[in-house]
């Protein structure tokens, strides 16, 4: 069973909520379409995971644990047998060659060389263990799940190590009759104990000159006509209520000026005062963390993303979104 939820990584939501209040550029929209297929990719292998079954098991899912002054991340996490399995997911598509180590396609090296990452995050999640005096057996494979990629290459012993999408099921399959005891219990909690958020991504770096306001959730369009608690895009019609937008703004936010506080100022600037304070001010109040220091007043959304947030408010809310497709 999965034993957490996988969300959009800091970086693919810094870059969605970047690319709908300014015009990327060349560099940001290779970042937001490596991470967006990334992305996909990791959700296609949840989807054939769920489709084999892992009840029996125990599964976390893009997690990122301290190890002393650095850390790793990893895609999935398997607990079976109590066996830990690391599997490192790329979405790669294409013909790629294995070669004296290297991972290369179109005769250019792959900087991120996948094997190199997983033995990198295998040996990491060995030593957390060590130092927690939990034995336990690591295994790892890289995960390649777009029906599209190929892999060719002569060192016949790179094959134990990866799963291509036509095998995926058969590769799932194997963990059928996995069973776990007290000591999965005890990698679970060593896990959970170690988890942390990524403190490499800083995303404000390069947030320029965004526009601001509010902006539609269907079509993007920031021609809104204001109501008293709904607004109505000018371009597609769909209708959304103050509560939705400011969720969507808070959310913006967080992902755009990552680790930098949001305040009910910050908030006002970016949605350039559509609203009263006092509606912002609710909103914060309804949906945010309040962090007080001093005279300082700051806050910090209780859900992830405007995606989880907007999922507990379904069907709550006194004036509903009316989504025009």
């Keep these: 069973m999965y034993l957490n939820d996988r969300n959009a990584t800091a970086e693919l939501l810094h870059y969605r909520a970047l690319s709908r209040r300014e015009v990327l550029s060349a560099e940001d929209k290779r970042e937001l379409k490596i991470y967006e297929n990334g992305f996909s990719g990791e959700c296609l292998y949840d989807k054939l995971f769920d489709e084999t079954g892992h009840d029996n098991l125990y ?20 607990i079976a047998n109590d066996t830990l399995i690391v599997n490192e997911i790329k979405n790669y598509s294409g013909e790629y060659q294995f070669n004296d180590g ?18 990198r995050a295998v040996g990491k999640l060995f030593r957390r263990c060590k130092n927690a005096k939990v034995t336990v057996d690591i295994k790892a494979k890289v995960i390649f799940p777009n029906d599209d990629f190929r892999l060719y290459s002569e060192d016949t012993s790179i094959w134990k190590n990866v799963v291509i999408r036509m095998d995926m099921k058969k590769y799932f399959r194997q963990f059928k009759d996995s069973y776990n005891t007290k000591k999965a219990d005890r990698l679970v909690a060593l896990i959970r104990e170690h988890e942390t958020v990524n403190p490499y991504f800083n995303g404000s770096s390069n947030v320029g000159q965004i526009r601001k306001g509010l902006y539609c959730g269907e079509c ?22 103050n509560e939705t937008h400011l969720l969507r703004a808070m959310s913006d936010h967080k992902f755009l000026f990552y ?11 970016l949605i350039a005062y559509t609203f009263h304070e006092n509606t912002v001010y609710r909103a914060l109040q309804k949906h945010c963390y309040i962090n007080k ?33």
Excluded: W
Aim: proline share 4%.
């Design 293 to 325: 220091n001093g005279p300082c007043t700051s806050y910090t959304l209780k859900d992830y993303s405007f995606k989880t947030a907007i999922a507990k408010t379904r069907g709550l809310q006194r004036y509903k979104d009316k989504i025009i497709k």
């Design 102 to 119: 290297r991972l290369i396609r179109n005769n250019e090296v792959i900087p991120d060389n996948p094997f190199t990452q997983v033995d």
């Design 259 to 269: 680790n930098h506080p949001m305040t009910k100022r910050s908030i006002l600037e």
């Design 59 to 78: 599964v976390f899912r893009d997690v990122y644990l301290a190890a002393g002054k650095s850390g790793a991340q990893y895609d999935s996490i398997i």
């Design 220 to 241: 993007g369009s920031f021609e809104l006509e204001k109501g008293r608690f709904q607004l109505t895009c000018a371009k597609c019609g769909t209708i959304e209520s």
